[in-house]
């Protein structure tokens, strides 16, 4: 079973006190209190004092990406009555990502949810918020590390050689997990506050920076911790890598047409080239990507994951959300290694309908369950309107549960990069007219991924598709549909192909329409929460909201 470096006990019990140290707080106890924890002195400069704490303060900017806090206490406050579960980073970026479009809904009756559903959101929707406040909490968490470990500081501590050396490597890790943070942000809310290691923590509100200005950045820090991360593929399970750093650039660059104007799909080709030539290998089975080993079947596909263990990080978001939050109606909770299903999330007819039997084979990666549930939804909050997916489990590909002896919490990884989307990326690029690549060799890498699909061994070609096939309109967006649903890609991949508003596609209960119907142009960006918008006066609201 699974052994991940930042999920350790010891490691997260540290890694706290330094997200305390944000804001200049010290770890102590009350004197007069008997029945207290021991009394350590721990601040800023005992924690970074000692070479071995780095990695465990680290620990707390990797963990950002799905622990909601540690030991009951979330690091976002949640407010009364709001689910703490709902606070966590994957989970809300999961929400935006997927419920809003046409491979998602959710039956809980909750307001925000419903508006998710329903593309009705406005700039009080708490989870919009929270996705938010969630990016712009793991921006200060690695800001911190990163002034912390600055040569300067290094320097007048004493750190010297090769604890020196180590912490450069840790600082340029959580320079790739802010430039991480900070993509999401130019993806999904575009002009944006911009803080970095520079900007000390003060009373003073932050700057807007505008959508392209954050893209340079986000491309500038990509490229300039490139030379100091871990060569692709040698890093520790769970940590950045080049291989990170390409990806993330190659997605940047896919999509800067949407956020500067400008097409830069020769550059997208550039970083996918070098991806493919790093020894990355397509695991086995479609299905082994979104098991409770899949640090062990899939580690030659995934290229950087957001790491779950059942045991040491318990959370009820992530993919112990993806998986409880997916099972409902008939779905046997022991056939997902889970004590409870939570009844909530389906998908919409359209996700299914690109799956249709194919005279010479069936598609693997159509995981739905369809004893009694419906293919269409009458109703948004009625579980069984709407086929179900299988496609997330705490089962091993040994058929074993995952460690958690209650079955509560899950190991499953979740894959955030991985092969077969630079895959995709790579066809992409090519067919938008991006230098540096063929659709000779695009086809090729498509028809390997639907090889795995449809198991074809021995020379068979079950599945494959042709050059002319490929260059169709939309073959690739679909393709990217029944490849990459339910991983938080879609909305992205919607707006770029110009369907996410417009008429020109729909989707079940899109702008509240039973049918789907357009919504405004101005929901291909999420509003500035109003809540920072009072706060900060400076910041200026997205269109429409």
């Known amino acids: 079973m699974k052994?991940?470096?930042f999920l350790r006990r010891g490691g997260l019990v540290l890694a706290f006190s330094a997200s305390l140290l944000l804001s200049g707080s010290l770890l102590t106890g009350c004197v007069k209190d008997l029945d207290r924890e021991p009394f350590y002195d721990l601040n800023t400069e005992s924690v970074y004092r000692d070479p071995a704490n780095h990695i465990r303060v680290l620990a707390k900017c990797y963990a950002g990406f799905n622990l909601s806090g540690n030991s009951g206490q979330p690091d976002v406050f949640n407010g009364q009555g709001k689910d703490e579960g709902?606070?966590?980073?994957?989970?809300?970026?999961?929400?935006?990502?997927?419920?809003?479009?046409?491979?998602?809904?959710?039956?809980?009756?909750?307001?925000?949810?419903?508006e998710l559903n329903t593309t009705q959101w406005t700039s009080s929707n708490d989870l919009i918020n929270n996705n938010?406040?969630?990016?712009f909490y793991e921006v200060a968490l690695c800001n911190e590390?990163?002034?912390?470990?600055?040569?300067?500081?290094?320097?007048?501590?004493?750190?010297?050689?090769?604890?020196a050396d180590q912490a450069r490597v840790y600082r340029a890790e959580a320079r790739f997990l802010r430039a991480l943070a900070y993509y999401h942000a130019l993806d999904m809310y575009g002009n944006v506050p911009f803080v970095t290691e520079a900007d000390a923590p003060s009373k003073t509100l932050p700057k807007q920076i505008k959508r392209a200005e954050l893209f340079a950045y986000v491309e500038a820090e990509l490229k300039a911790i490139e030379p100091q991360l871990l060569a692709a593929r040698q890093a520790p399970y769970g940590r950045a890598d080049q291989g990170a750093a390409w990806t993330l650039l190659a997605k940047l660059y896919l999509n800067a047409e949407v956020y500067t104007g400008q097409a830069r799909y020769t550059d997208c080709l550039t970083y996918c080239n070098k991806i493919l030539g790093a020894g990355y290998k397509l695991a086995s089975e479609y299905q082994h990507l979104f098991m409770a080993d899949n640090n062990v079947t899939s580690a030659?596909?995934?290229?950087?994951?957001?790491?779950?263990?059942?045991l040491v990080s318990q959370v009820y978001g992530g993919t112990t959300y993806l998986v409880h939050a997916a099972v409902g109606g008939r779905m046997l909770t022991s056939a997902f290694g889970i004590n409870s299903g939570w009844a909530g999330n389906r998908t919409r007819k359209n996700l299914p309908l690109l799956f249709p039997e194919a005279a010479s084979g069936f598609d693997s990666r159509a995981m739905f369950?369809?004893?009694?549930?419906s293919l269409e939804i009458n109703d948004l909050t009625v579980f069984t309107e709407g086929y179900g997916v299988t496609k997330w489990t705490n089962k091993t590909?040994?058929?074993?549960?995952?460690?958690?002896?209650?079955?509560?919490?899950?190991?499953?990884?979740?894959?955030?990069?991985?092969?077969?989307?630079?895959?995709?990326?790579?066809?992409?690029?090519?067919?938008?007219?991006?230098?540096?690549?063929?659709?000779t060799q695009a086809l090729t890498y498509i028809n390997a991924l639907r090889d795995r699909a449809f198991g074809n061994s021995g020379g068979t070609t079950d599945g494959h598709i042709t050059l002319a096939e490929l260059t169709a309109p939309d073959f690739v967006l679909d393709e990217r549909g029944r490849e990459l649903y339910w991983e938080?890609?879609?909305r992205t991949d919607l707006v770029r192909f110009g369907k996410f508003t417009t008429a020109t596609y729909l989707w079940p209960w899109k702008g509240g329409a039973k049918n789907g119907q357009a919504v405004s142009p101005n929901l291909n960006l999420y509003p500035l929460p109003s809540t920072d918008i009072v706060a900060n006066p400076s910041l200026v609201q997205n269109p429409g909201y």
């Open 397 to 439: 590909s040994t058929g074993a549960n995952g460690k958690d002896p209650q079955q509560i919490f899950v190991d499953t990884d979740f894959p955030l990069f991985r092969l077969a989307d630079v895959y995709l990326m790579y066809a992409e690029a090519v067919l938008r007219g991006g230098q540096g690549g063929t659709q």
């Open 300 to 310: 030659s596909e995934i290229i950087f994951p957001i790491t779950s263990d059942g």
């Open 145 to 163: 590390f990163i002034r912390e470990t600055s040569d300067d500081k290094l320097s007048s501590r004493g750190i010297t050689g090769a604890n």
């Open 86 to 114: 709902e606070t966590s980073y994957l989970r809300a970026y999961w929400y935006l990502q997927e419920l809003t479009t046409d491979e998602a809904v959710v039956a809980w009756n909750s307001g925000p949810l419903q």
């Open 369 to 373: 369950f369809t004893p009694g549930q």
């Open 488 to 490: 938080g890609t879609r």
């Open 3 to 5: 052994s991940h470096p």
């Open 132 to 135: 938010y406040t969630r990016i």
